[in-house]
Structures are given as C-alpha cells and as structure tokens.
C-alpha cells in the first residue's frame, strides 16, 4: 500500500453578479470565488535510482449544488488524471493535466485562478452570456486542461523550468491535427518571469467540440478552427506590494478567410496588509479582426482583501468593475470562504 | 496537510416491493433499505480562539448498480457540498447542505432514513409511480438537501439548537424568490422535541425544475410554486421502548386559484429486543384541496427488526403495508444489510 | 472509525490503434493499455466469532480525458458497489460486484485485464467499431459486472473456490427474467484450473439494454435476448514460463428462431525476462448460426513486455495483429505506464 492524499479545496461565496453584457443581475450563493472547488487523491512512490512514480486525480465541482464538473458535460476528473515519471532527466506525465496557460496566467496575477473575479482569468478562460450566445467569449482556446496530453518538464535549471505540452487530435486518420505549447516559468528571489507559446487546434476537454466556443450568432465564434497564442508574464515582490504584470496575443483563424485576433494586457498588485493582502487587478482586451467586424474592447478592475484565518482557510470580498464594448458597465460583489484540504 | 475522514454507507437489501398505486411487484436487489448508500469526505481544522473550519462533501450513490445519485439527474454531492465557519457565536455553513425538514423527520420515527420502508418519511419525501405520473407524490416540497444555501446554527443552549436556513433563489432579475426555513431540535434525558417551519418557492437540487414533482396528470402537482410547511415531533425514551410521535401540515399553492393543503401524522416506537431492536412506525396522511378535487387519504405501516451486528454494520428485516386512496393495499418485504464506514 | 484504504489504477498509453474492422488508424494517448483505470474505496471490519464485513465501492474512468466509467453512460461505481458478510461459511455479497465470466477470463491469460490489447479479453469483452454498427460485438453478454447480485462464495476448499452468482432481472411482474451463474477457481502449487457456466438475460450495468449490443445492421444483434455460456481454463507455470489455455462457448438466442453460437478458444505464454516479463498471447473465435448467416472468424495475436519498475509500477510495450472476416488484418502498437494506488 502506498501514501494517497485525499485533497482539494471547497470555496464557496455570497454574492450579487453582473458582468457587462448580463441581462439582469443574480443574487447567488456560488462556488469557486477565489479557487475553483475541487476534489481528489494524489499519490507518489519512490522507485529507487531517482526516479519516482506519481498520479493525480482531480475533478472539479460546484460547492453550492454539489454538481460534478465546471459546467454541465464536463468530466468527472477535468482537474487531472494523470501519471508521471520523474528524475535527473525531469519529468514525463501522461493523462489529462494542465494546460500551457494556465500556470502563466494564474501565477501572474493576484487573484489567483478565480475564475469569478480575476480580470485576467476572467477575460482569458470565461465567457459571458448565454450558451450559444456570449457577449464575450474565452481568449484562450482548448480550456485550461488539456487530455490525451504528454508533458515534458525539464528539471530546475537555476530557477526555470520548461514544458513541452503536445496532445495527441485523436482524429482518425489525420495525425496532423494536435495541439503543441511550450511554456516557461522562471523564479529566484523576488522576480518572477513566464512565457508561453502553443499552437491549439484541438478542444477540451472533449474533442469534437468547438475550439474556443459553439457561439454562432451575431459572431460566428464556432468557425475558429485554429488558435496561436503568445504569452509574456512578470512579477516582482517588493516586500510592501508584489506587482505583476502580463500580455498576451490570440491570434485565431478559421477554415475561410475570416480571422480574429485579441491582445490582453493585466497589472496586478498584492499589498500585505494585516492578517491578509489587499488585491488590486485590472485586465484589458481589444479584439479586431475580419471575423467580429468591428473592434470589441473590454477592461474589468477588481479589488479585494484576501484575510487569512490559517495557512488553510482565508475569508475574501472582492468589487468587481466590468465593461464590454456595446454594453453598459456593471458591478459583482462577492464575500466567501475558502477551505484548502 | 489535515486529517481527512473518507465516510459513508453501503445498504443493500433483497426484496419484494408494492408500494399501493404501484401496477406490479417487484423482486429486487436494492440500495437504501434503512439509510441511502453514500460515500463522501469530512475535515475539521483547529483555526485558533475558539474558531474551527469544517468541510463535507457527501454524495449518494446506488449500491445495487453503482449509478451515482439518488436517481437520474442528480448532483455528484448532492447529500453535502459546504463548508462552515463554528466557534461561540454557533456555526455558519455556506453551500449545499441538509434540508431545515431532514432531521427533524428522520430523527423523530423509527425507520431512520429509509426512503424505502419509514412511512414518515416515504410519505414525505418519496413519489410513488412513473416519473411524470405519480399516484403519489412528495408531501414535502424543495428535496431533503438545499442547494445555495446559507445555514446559521446556534450552539446548543442547554439541550436546545436552532438553525435558520436560507436558500438563493438566484433567478436573475428577482431577488424575493427564495427559500427560507427556521428549524429547532432540542434534547435532553430521555426527551426529544422538534418543529420546524419552511416557506418554499426554489427547487433542489437544482434551480428551474418542479417544486414537488413534475406530474402534470390526473393532478397537475407541477402547477405548485410555492409551500409552507408546519411541523412538530417528540421523542420519549421508557428504555423498554423509545416512542415518536410527529405532526406536520404542507400548504401547497399554486399561481392561480387551485391550492391543496396536506396533514401527516405519525406514531412509531423501537423497543429493544436482543442484540437489537424491533421497530414499528405508522405515518397517515390526508390532503385535500382545489388543487386534487377529491381528497387523498395514505396510510403505511411498517414492522422490522434490526439487528447488531455491531456498531457500524447492521442487518435488518421489514414489512410495510401501504394504501392510498382508489388504489389496493400492497405490502413490501425486505431483509437487508448496513454498512458503515 | 475504520481502515479504509483509497485505491485504484492509473494506466496511460501512447499508440496507434486500428482493429480489423476499423476504417482509419488513430493515434491515441488512451487509458487501460493493461488495467482498465479506477479509483475507489475499500474496507473491512472484524465483527468477531469469525464473521467479517466488507465493502468496495470502485469506479472506473478514463485517465486521458478524466471522464467518468468505461464509457458514455457507465455508472459512476459500475467496478463495484457491494457489501459482504464472510465467515466459515464462506462470503455472501451484495450489490453490484464481478459478472461470473470476469476472473476466469482476466486470469487465464497472460495479458490479464487489458480491454486494448489482450486477445481474450478484446474477443470476450470489447466491440469494435462505431457504436449502432459494429463490426465486432462481445462474446460474452451482459458485461464484464453484474448489478443488482446476491454472491455466494465458498471458503477455500483446499484450494478451490466455488462462487454462485444470481442477477435479479428486477422486471416488474416476471420474477423468471434473471442471470444465473456459477464458476470455479482452483489454483495449487503452479497449476489453476477455471470454469464458469453463466445464463444470462438481463443487461448491465443498467436493465433495460440490449443483452450484449444495440447494433441492429448489417446483422440484428440487438435480438439477442439470452445467452449461455459454457467456459475452461487451464494454465502451468514451468518457471521458465507461464502457459495458458482457455476454451469457451457462447450460445446465444433470440425471441425468434434466429440464434448465433460462438466458440473462442485462447493460447498464452508469461516467460520472465530481465525485470520484467515477455508475453504472447493469441485468441480465435468462430461464429456461426442463422442470426448472422455465414459464419465470422477473428484471430487476434498480441506480443509484448512488461518491465517491472516496481511491484505497483510498469512499463509495457504491446504489438497487436487482428483478423475478422471480411475486413484486412490491422496492427496495434502501444507503449505505456501503468501505476497502481
């Protein structure tokens, strides 16, 4: 028998939400305002000379109805599920895991991976609207898990490491279409660097859905087939604030001559203050492109104080400021609880 | 890391089971027979003066056949998916928890848990007949568990706890749509006392379905949108037997004229006997009103014993003899066993 | 509280699969190269005098995609979802556990439980092609786990075991409609002996499905309403190497005069080599009958290494060679990391 962690986290908030762009606002009590909830098992086994086995399981859930997944569809294990083998040579895993995205982008931001109040996040990985029919869709395409994935990490090497990302399309008969990134994270003392670069055709956490979004209607969003995207993320910790800073391109093709490419720039600062941090996050995106017609801007400010009851379990309230082109600005507010376990 | 406790139950009986209004006899292989299969994760961290984080994430599941939930469509964690703050001021819970009726039901009759064989709780919870054409349906509107819900508990005043439970409607636009419920449950010695009162207007476990029930012929129960249920029980330990008496009226109304009113009573006693306890509960209810024309008239009786294999796993046998109105009287067999982990 | 143990298996590939039959080759990361992947829950309580409970609740899912079961549809826990009572009696089970078939099949061949690449278990288990439409459908009905089960086992009887396994149909009004089954175990010194006799009509993991495939065209497999089968295994370990054979017959009917009958016989090799194991394994089955018309053939041959990195982790590599009638032989290759927890 080996040493399994049961773990996650369940982080539930009371709040009141509109984004710019929603028809009417919702009193809630939602799952996921700091962390998205989750639930698993991890395990690791030395294997001698170096090298060790591991696994993580992990699947999301809704913390306010107990529903499986991040949305109706999504799969039992979404978060991961996955083994690996590591030593000198670094590390290959194999399953559904992260995404190249997805550490740049909740690294380098001070809200985290919430994907409620976040600007970054919010603009890079959540759509707005109805099903079918967004007032905005993700920047990023292929979610932020990737499946049928292999991972190459590279050992630390004096603070960086690097990712090889490459998941297999799955489509019979054409092995040509597959989704490949390589991210870079960097680390030592007070500075923080990452970058990104993938190349997604491919969706998730399912193939054979749309790449970014089944929207067909006033935009047809459901036509990107292709998306490159490029990634520049930096932080520094000056002891009385951390800052950061990213910016990134989407660069999103479709199978006819219709294209559109956004670009996403966010500031963020993290202030200690008391038994917790002020958060202080802003995140601008402006699309153009063939396939929209005209420009869609969008800038969403929030500010929140994250306080800490344990290294475990925090209380947060975050404002939330948010305005889309065409659309009036709107206000969320949201207070809650997160428990790590 | 913390001390995280995997839990739950695995009930299994063979049977044959006819509920009245049922058109045929069943012999089965069953989940449920005295408490619904349900596995799940419970933590606890110390967060200093006093202050204590809890979480539960609890799902049912099916044991004769692994399908998760207690029927289709229902939440992967549908029994708890919260966490809570406790300390001196009592014990705040946010996320999908216990119904304000669950315990009072199951803690004042003989049976338990049983949605299979306690009349109190058959007549309160469980439907009888084709999903979409009941000869019965659930006294009790909004599901045993609350999604969206908010639950203060205050800490127990000398035998006697009360919890207020909040549930957001979060329709957009319309805030005033919402459950809410006061609950009280008191013990001491021998005595056991509880009431409870609910104002329902919100499905469970998931928002935009019927409130009671979906069925919509002979009686169009789905019109019903709104309840208010009454309900007192008391408990009295003789050590030769252990005696449940319980009262409840569901006010049921409708968005136009029709409205149906129901009355449940209930009587049961566990007496021990061996390295067990016999069991016996009787539940009737009569319901009238606009809403059915004729008045409806059910009346269960149950008989079992229970016996100890030791504290956590249990065998058990029951007979319940079930009439509703313009439909035979049938009888249920069942023998089974009981889990706990 | 108890000892409950968290346990499962994580088994990724990456190959090219394409069985004979298939219209295109796909390259794949994939789950269950070797073990179908699963996590669960498992405990045992002592109850004294001898008597013991346990219970398993096991689910499978997908370790490329992270979804839930085997497939789209499966049960959450469709590995296991049972309760047992054992004792010098030998061991009574409730719930839904192993279909009679599944250990005779897994452990007389050298490829164990790989749904992709044991020759065995593909012909006995595994379809092939598009769902509706196969060019393949199982030998064996009514799944590899049986639902709704009552298990009994006999102790062990100088080193064999016997289990009866009985499905109730759970069909309203007709108590004849049900699975019944009995198989045998023995294992002394280096040699195991096997035989099961199963009569199957009812489907899992849920009832209400066709009994072994709803594929209609070109031959109406969906009529199949019962089957018997008939099976025996034997197997030798000369140290050098570990031979196995099995011998099995499938006799399948239907409301009408159609019936089909299969008859499968397996050959294989485990010699060990280095850290790890060489295996060789090869399938045969022929049908015939007025339900499908002229007769079908497949064989299949699979050659592979297993590399022990530990007791809990492999690495294996498989080359697969599969014939069926009518379609061109097609090759399969994988190579992958199975680890269990």
Redesign the interface.
């Known amino acids: 028998?080996?040493s399994?962690?049961?773990q996650?986290a369940?982080?539930?908030?009371?709040g009141s939400l509109k984004n710019s762009g929603?028809?009417?606002?919702?009193?809630?009590?939602?799952?996921g305002g700091m962390t998205t909830?989750y639930?698993g098992?991890k395990?690791s086994?030395d294997?001698?000379g170096g090298?060790k086995?591991?696994?993580a399981?992990n699947?999301f859930?809704?913390?306010?109805?107990?529903?499986?997944g991040r949305f109706g569809g999504d799969?039992?294990?979404?978060?991961?599920?996955?083994?690996g083998?590591s030593g000198s040579f670094g590390k290959i895993q194999?399953?559904?895991g992260l995404a190249p995205s997805f550490l740049p982008a909740v690294l380098f931001n001070p809200f985290g991976d919430s994907f409620t109040f976040s600007p970054l996040v919010v603009h890079t990985y959540v759509p707005s609207g109805a099903f079918g029919a967004r007032s905005w869709i993700a920047a990023n395409a292929s979610d932020s898990?990737w499946?049928?994935?292999?991972i190459y990490s590279t050992p630390d090497l004096n603070g960086l490491r690097a990712n090889l990302h490459y998941?297999?399309?799955?489509?019979?008969?054409r092995?040509g279409t597959n989704n490949i990134a390589l991210n870079l994270l960097y680390s030592k003392g007070p500075l923080g660097l990452s970058a990104y670069y993938h190349d997604a055709e491919v969706s998730n956490?399912?193939a054979g859905g749309a790449l970014i979004d089944p929207t067909a209607a006033p935009v047809n969003y459901r036509a990107i087939t292709r998306q490159k995207a490029y990634f520049a993320g930096a932080s520094y910790n000056f002891n009385v604030a951390k800052l950061f800073a990213t910016y990134q391109v989407n660069d999103n093709d479709t199978a006819t001559a219709l294209s559109m490419k956004g670009k996403t720039f966010s500031l963020g600062m993290s202030a200690p203050l008391g038994q917790g941090s002020v958060l202080l996050g802003y995140a601008n995106t402006k699309r153009d492109g063939s396939l929209i017609g005209s420009d869609i801007k969008r800038d969403t400010l929030s500010v929140g104080y994250d306080y800490l009851?344990?290294k475990?379990?925090d209380l947060y309230t975050v404002l939330m400021s948010d305005k889309i082109t065409g659309a009036s600005r709107a206000a969320s507010f949201g207070i809650?609880?997160?428990?790590r376990?």
């Open positions: 028998q080996t399994i962690t049961v996650g369940v982080d539930v908030f009371a929603d028809t009417a606002r919702r009193a809630v009590v939602n799952s909830s639930f098992f395990g086994e294997l001698g090298l086995a591991d696994f399981l699947g859930y809704q913390a306010d109805t107990g529903t499986s799969n039992l294990f979404s978060r991961d599920a996955n083994v083998l194999f399953g559904r898990g499946s049928n994935e292999i998941q297999f399309g799955e489509v019979a008969g092995t956490p399912n009851m344990s475990r379990t809650g609880v997160r428990h376990f």
